[in-house]
């Protein structure tokens, strides 16, 4: 599967963006799909994950309540909805996916647990 990663911009504290991340060469909805985030000299991090089947979700600590993850399968697209948006949370931010086989219903959380990788989108929050 190619996943291409886009929305990224520049926006002032408090404001909001919508990344997507659509997939071509396979059905989207038979893989698990997780967003990950990259500033500056730190490493790849976990943003939120969902699962590759019965809808399980999981957000890391610094997003929760400000982000969302949803699936638009007739698009085969995943969206990361942001809100609230903080200058911490200044990166590139990437979209993985991964078949999960035997992990249907498990949410992926690490970098290399996906094998599938966007490109990579750069948001910018301002203070």
């Known amino acids: 599967v190619q996943l291409q990663a886009s929305g990224g911009g520049l926006v002032q504290a408090g404001g909001s963006l919508r990344l997507s991340c659509a997939a071509s060469?396979?059905?989207?909805?038979?893989?698990?799909v997780g967003w990950f985030r990259q500033a500056p000299g730190k490493e790849r991090e976990f943003v939120v994950g969902t699962s590759r089947s019965s809808g399980w979700t999981s957000y890391a600590d610094s997003v929760k309540g400000r982000f969302t993850i949803t699936r638009d399968n007739a698009k085969n697209t995943v969206y990361l909805q942001m809100n609230s948006l903080k200058p911490e949370d200044t990166a590139v931010y990437y979209c993985a996916a991964d078949l999960a086989l035997m992990r249907s219903t498990a949410v992926l959380w690490k970098v290399e647990e996906y094998h599938y990788w966007g490109q990579g989108t750069q948001v910018t929050v301002s203070s």
């Open positions: 060469g396979r059905t989207f909805s038979n893989y698990a």
